[in-house]
């Protein structure tokens, strides 16, 4: 599956941003989605993982209470909508699309067959 992650940008502290990520084929809706995110000279870090049929959702510690993660397999897209935001979120944010995901895996890269290009955060201080 092709996946297209879009909607990042600049904004200031305490501000929202809405990334979004879609596809084309309609199996996206046999994948669960996660959001990772990369910040210069740091390692790829799991943000967020939605299921397949939208019930089941994680969220990192670091999003808890600021982050929301949600789909729309109609529309074969899932979108993180990012509130609070604070400089630290600053990084390349990727979705990506796994088959096989597992609670032990949901936060590891390698767990995730597909991956989208990954759209850029920024947040100013």
């Known amino acids: 599956v092709q996946l297209q992650a879009c909607g990042g940008g600049l904004v200031q502290a305490g501000g929202s941003l809405r990334v979004s990520c879609a596809a084309s084929?309609?199996?996206?809706?046999?994948?669960?989605i996660g959001w990772f995110r990369q910040a210069p000279g740091k390692e790829r870090e799991s943000v967020a993982r939605i299921s397949r049929d939208g019930r089941s959702k994680w969220l990192s510690d670091s999003a808890k209470g600021r982050f929301t993660i949600s789909r729309d397999n109609a529309k074969n897209t899932v979108t993180l909508q990012m509130n609070s935001l604070e400089p630290e979120d600053t990084a390349v944010y990727y979705c990506?699309?796994?088959?096989?995901?597992?609670?032990?895996?949901?936060?590891?890269?390698?767990?995730?067959?597909?991956w989208g290009q990954g759209t850029q955060v920024t947040v100013s201080s």
């Open positions: 990506a699309a796994g088959s096989t995901i597992i609670i032990s895996t949901i936060r590891s890269a390698s767990a995730y067959q597909y």
């Open positions: 084929e309609p199996t996206f809706s046999t994948y669960d």
